[in-house]
């Protein structure tokens, strides 16, 4: 059974940091695509970054710069560290895998910018 689970979220001041972390189990991890994406309040969800499995990665615009996705593949884990955090950040993460027998979502986690 795949499991996806993301961690690391919480209320941060603007200018803040903060790391998400996504475990998984029951794939092979090193071959999947992995990616982080977000919805905000009143808002579709978004794609923020993605990592695939020789490591090419892609990023948002808004994030760039700011947001760097990787991978441990002896963790089963990808991280998303954010830095310089704006208001506008504030949505819940989700993460996503790719794998050749499917496409599996985590249940997400709260980041809330604000002062």
Do not use: H
Request: with cysteine; charged share 15%.
């Amino acid at each position: 059974q795949v499991q996806v689970a993301e961690s690391g979220g919480g209320l941060v001041q603007p200018g803040g940091s903060l790391r998400l972390s996504c475990t998984t189990s029951g794939l092979i991890f090193s071959a999947a695509s992995l990616g982080w994406y977000r919805q905000g309040p009143g808002r579709q969800r978004e794609l923020v970054a993605t990592i695939n499995s020789p490591g090419n990665i892609k990023y948002a615009d808004s994030v760039k710069g700011r947001f760097t996705i990787s991978r441990d593949n002896a963790k089963n884990t990808v991280y998303l560290q954010m830095n310089s955090l704006y208001p506008e950040d504030t949505a819940v993460y989700y993460c996503k895998v790719n794998t050749i027998l499917g496409v599996y979502w985590g249940r997400g986690t709260q980041v809330t910018v604000s002062s």
